[in-house]
């Protein structure tokens, strides 16, 4: 059964049908810059299923369906540069990437699906060392745009990257 608001994008099965196309544009922050993520298809459908204004129906298409990413970055000459991104983002949380082409197995496994692939809100992202990264993140909640209550979340993450290997402590 599809259960709207959670499950997996891939929502048909036994025919051809556009599971997701995207076209980003990019403009890195020099210190002002913006990213800009169309995307179409029945996986961006189902991912913003959850949007306040979603008639929570599979089939419908809202105007949200279309974004994946719209943000505005700024660059900040703080230590070794303090980054602040507003607007809607990919999740610092979560095992897979929304694109398909970029996991391993093609389509998603139930550890992607569950959690977030965007979220929307403000984070500030520091470097403190080549390979040490930290972000602190204020938003309007998990996978979604719209607010939804009357509170907001809070997340950070912590990531070492190397040539090698990456590993990061996310909230």
Not at 7 to 17: A, C, V, W, Y
Not at 75 to 89: D, K, Q
Not at 95 to 116: C, H, I, M, Q, V
């Amino acid at each position: 059964n599809f259960i709207p608001t959670t499950g997996s994008t891939g929502k048909r099965h036994d025919r051809l049908d556009l599971n997701l196309a995207a076209l980003d544009v990019a403009v890195p922050p020099e210190p002002v810059g913006f990213n800009l993520s169309l995307v179409h298809g029945t996986g961006a459908q189902v991912v913003h299923l959850g949007e306040p204004q979603g008639d929570f129906h599979a089939d419908h298409v809202a105007y949200v369906d279309s974004i994946y990413r719209a943000s505005v970055l700024a660059t900040f000459p703080v230590g070794r540069g303090l980054t602040v991104e507003a607007g809607i983002f990919p999740s610092h949380l979560g095992l897979e990437s929304f694109y398909s082409k970029d996991n391993a197995n093609y389509t998603r496994g139930w550890l992607g699906e569950l959690s977030p692939y965007y979220l929307a809100g403000v984070q500030a992202i520091y470097p403190f060392t080549e390979h040490v990264t930290a972000k602190a993140l204020v938003l309007n909640g998990w996978q979604i745009v719209g607010e939804n209550n009357s509170a907001k979340s809070v997340g950070s993450s912590l990531a070492f990257t190397s040539k090698v290997f990456g590993v990061s402590l996310n909230t």
